[in-house]
């Protein structure tokens, strides 16, 4: 399977700003969706945003108005846009695919700390 890639996390203010990528091979020859979720210390991992290979969106209720999820095909990168951060969105946030034939495994997160 294959495993993601994040980055972009980072620690901010609230009302503060951090673009998040996913990048994956096969993403867009695969025709899959990227998923977003994040996971706190000792918690479930909770769903973000996703978006799917027909390029619809979807968010979470904390999470709408705020997030802008995006893809770039040409370079097998899901993009998570977070703005006006809240320090309730402090977590560890990954990605997984959902493809015709597979999902991948989880990648190894990227961290976002808000602070108030």
């Known amino acids: 399977q294959v495993q993601p890639v994040e980055s972009g996390g980072g620690s901010v203010q609230a009302g503060g700003s951090l673009r998040l990528s996913c990048t994956a091979p096969g993403f867009t020859s695969n025709s899959c969706g990227m998923h977003w979720y994040r996971q706190a210390a000792g918690e479930q991992r909770e769903w973000v945003s996703s978006?799917?290979?027909?390029?619809?969106?979807s968010y979470t209720d904390s999470a709408k108005g705020r997030f802008t999820i995006s893809k770039d095909k040409a370079r097998d990168t899901v993009y998570l846009e977070m703005n006006n951060l809240k320090p309730e969105d402090t977590d560890m946030y990954s990605c997984?695919?959902?493809?015709?034939?597979?999902?991948?495994?989880w990648g190894q997160g990227t961290q976002v700390t808000v602070s108030s």
């Open positions: 978006i799917k290979a027909d390029g619809s969106t």
């Open positions: 997984r695919l959902m493809c015709r034939n597979y999902v991948s495994n």
